[in-house]
């Protein structure tokens, strides 16, 4: 074997399917034609349907003209006769386009009227040989499975699928290397059945080519793509380096697979003997969820190899070649499901210089030697369903075994006689109109608002928490959260909560709504709102209005403090310290708080512009009744702002008593300072 960068030159290896030791179990008629009314009705769904890919929110998948297509929710495209290009016709309501487009049609002027479609670019991988190697996946000719649209809907990332054959070059460990064109592909833990560890290393080169169909590096300058090649891939090693191992060591593969994640598993190995303990694995991997796809043998006869016989549990694969017959050596007959590109290596169809074989790199003599080979066989059919399931799953992982089955088998390209026969079971593979089953009609995700409170509001108490939330299906619940934790669900419109604010701290918290419509789909949105759950209650508050002190305060000796309405910030008086005042004190009463042990004290003060250094006003707090005093603020001449009033907030926390004092100093009658709208709010 030898190749290089300019031309290919891949030795031809015909390989029949792989041969177990076989075991004299008896083995039950299978029933497989219950599954027909479903497929047929998924075929029926297709048979209208145009390409449908990912689409963002401008576009919408629906029934337009009479047929399915993604076009924009938002506008049509007009052209007037006469006028060299066309126009965008805003539409208020997606409702509204088919009618919207009968108008503009039945006006003489208008050419032409019609919904603007979506287009996107298909993927084509720039991998050395895809093209025209690789004719099984997209060829232009008869299309092979069309891989190149299905690319551009799923690549298989999410999707974890099993290998059970003879191992994977999937690492660098004593004797084995990792196959380079696996060097993008993603792997989780496997198992070695034959040799009982933990490194499933394959040493026959069957099983290294078959992972290479389902997910091999794709996209990378380099060898040939794989077809879900963002998949995780799980060697499980059943098979030795003579390509045959026993039935229990396959079944235990299965479940091992089962066990530890595959959601898809592929069997391109065969025996002609039924058993129990392989069906028997094979049913518990299908009760877990795993879809299993097994080839039908190369023995072309009307028989199928086990597992791909076990019906109710395996999607059986028969293989094809480059003109879409049915390759000479593929089993077939009761129980094929779908053929599938096989090749066949005594012919050029395709016109590339080489037969028409699968092209995948594996190794020759040595795991170490590798190269890019030709292989026919179910064996390589089967990894082209596998991989298809695996994207199927990738796109959606709710899918059980039955439903893939149904979406391969439905959209399958028909050969042979109309409907299911025996010789292609429902038909070839069809990769792109799989995945645009499995897509089905978009289902957008809710929208929610929260209606209530506003953003940025303030509250307090038990306030009403709702949100507005609709869905183009419908909405299954709305979810309400403070701060991440929920606290209600509501399931009928108005969606709507209490929430009792003073089971959090005063502050800043989130109030977030989740609306979850009926296919799962969340969308969440969110408001900031203050929690103020302080009951504040004034306690104290003159500025001086009613007579000389009220009642509320008194001066000491010197009597320097009096009522003016020289200057004031509210009403018509202040109080006022002037003269010859020596720290001349006006101290209020006591503050009754009624028990409350936080209080906000205001007020405003006011200093003339001729006092000097040393000449004062100062406020001061005593919290034992007028054993100790605090100065808690002080305006002084010729350092702070003078001639204008200035505002005063003191927060005090942890008291139960509470008296006010203000202090002035000054030398000359000409100076003073004044005091007022001195408030004491409490909680």
Not at 202 to 228: K, L, P, R, W
Not at 279 to 304: F, H, M, P, R
Not at 499 to 507: E, R, Y
């Amino acid at each position: 074997m030898f190749y290089s960068k300019k031309r290919l030159v891949v030795f031809i290896v015909c390989v029949s399917i792989i041969i177990f030791s076989p075991l004299s179990e008896v083995f039950a008629s299978l029933t497989f034609g219950d599954l027909r009314n479903d497929i047929e009705a998924y075929r029926d769904l297709l048979t209208n349907a145009k390409e449908t890919l990912e689409s963002e929110t401008l576009f919408v998948s629906d029934i337009i003209d009479g047929q399915k297509a993604t076009f924009a929710t938002d506008h049509i495209l007009v052209k007037i006769r006469g006028e060299k290009n066309f126009h965008k016709i805003p539409v208020v309501n997606i409702s509204d386009i088919n009618a919207t487009l009968k108008e503009y049609r039945a006006n003489p002027d208008v050419l032409y009227a019609e919904p603007d479609y979506e287009a996107k670019a298909l993927y084509v991988p720039n991998d050395t040989y895809y093209s025209p190697y690789q004719w099984n996946f997209d060829n232009s000719t008869n299309g092979g499975i069309h891989m190149e649209n299905a690319w551009d809907i799923a690549t298989g990332t999410g999707a974890t699928v099993a290998v059970v054959d003879t191992g994977v070059a999937y690492e660098n460990y004593r004797t084995f290397a990792k196959a380079p064109d696996l060097n993008a592909s993603s792997f989780v833990p496997g198992f070695d059945f034959i040799n009982n560890d933990n490194h499933p290393n394959d040493d026959e080169g069957h099983g290294t080519h078959v992972a290479g169909t389902i997910a091999g590096s794709t996209g990378n300058n380099s060898g040939v793509a794989g077809i879900a090649f963002g998949a995780r891939v799980m060697p499980v090693k059943v098979l030795d380096r003579n390509g045959s191992g026993p039935y229990s060591a396959v079944a235990n593969g299965i479940r091992f697979a089962a066990d530890n994640g595959a959601k898809v598993i592929n069997l391109s190995l065969g025996g002609p003997s039924p058993s129990a303990t392989l069906e028997d694995a094979l049913a518990y991997a299908y009760s877990k969820g795993v879809t299993i796809v097994a080839a039908a043998g190369n023995d072309s006869t009307n028989v199928l190899s086990y597992p791909a016989a076990y019906n109710n549990y395996v999607i059986a694969v028969g293989a094809t070649r480059f003109d879409r017959t049915k390759s000479s050596y593929s089993n077939y007959g009761p129980g094929i499901d779908i053929v599938a590109p096989g090749g066949d290596t005594s012919v050029d169809q395709n016109g590339d210089g080489y037969g028409d074989g699968i092209l995948q790199q594996t190794f020759g003599s040595t795991p170490t030697n590798f190269g890019y080979y030709f292989y026919q066989g179910t064996s390589m059919a089967t990894p082209h369903v596998a991989g298809v399931a695996t994207l199927i799953l990738s796109k959606n992982p709710n899918s059980s075994p039955s439903d893939v089955r149904a979406i391969i088998e439905g959209s399958a390209d028909d050969l042979g006689a109309s409907g299911y026969d025996q010789t292609y079971g429902y038909g070839l593979l069809d990769a792109a109109q799989a995945l645009l089953l499995a897509s089905g009609p978009i289902d957008y995700p809710p929208i929610v608002a929260i209606t209530a409170p506003q953003n940025n509001a303030t509250v307090s108490g038990v306030i009403q928490f709702s949100a507005n939330a609709t869905d183009d299906v419908s909405v299954d619940h709305v979810d309400f959260y403070i701060d991440n934790a929920l606290i209600s669900s509501a399931s009928l419109s108005p969606y709507e909560t209490t929430w009792n604010s003073t089971a959090v701290s005063d502050g800043a918290h989130v109030l977030k709504a989740s609306a979850v419509d009926s296919a799962g789909q969340k969308t969440e949105t969110s408001v900031s709102v203050n929690v103020d759950n302080i009951i504040e209650t004034t306690v104290f508050n003159d500025s001086f209005e009613v007579s000389e002190w009220n009642g509320l305060w008194t001066e000491d000796s010197q009597n320097k403090w009096s009522r003016t309405t020289q200057r004031k910030v509210d009403g018509l008086y202040s109080a006022q310290v002037k003269g010859s005042a020596n720290d001349a004190r006006l101290t209020s009463t006591g503050v009754a708080l009624g028990g409350r042990t936080n209080v906000k004290i205001t007020f405003s003060w006011f200093i003339s512009s001729n006092l000097i250094s040393g000449e004062y006003v100062a406020f001061d707090v005593s919290t034992d009744g007028g054993a100790t005093w605090v100065e808690k603020a002080k305006l002084r001449g010729n350092v702070d702002q003078e001639n204008a009033w200035k505002s005063v907030t003191l927060d005090l926390s942890g008291i139960n008593n509470l008296q006010l004092r203000f202090r002035g100093k000054m030398a000359k009658t000409v100076r003073s300072a004044n005091v007022d709208a001195v408030k004491v709010v409490a909680w």
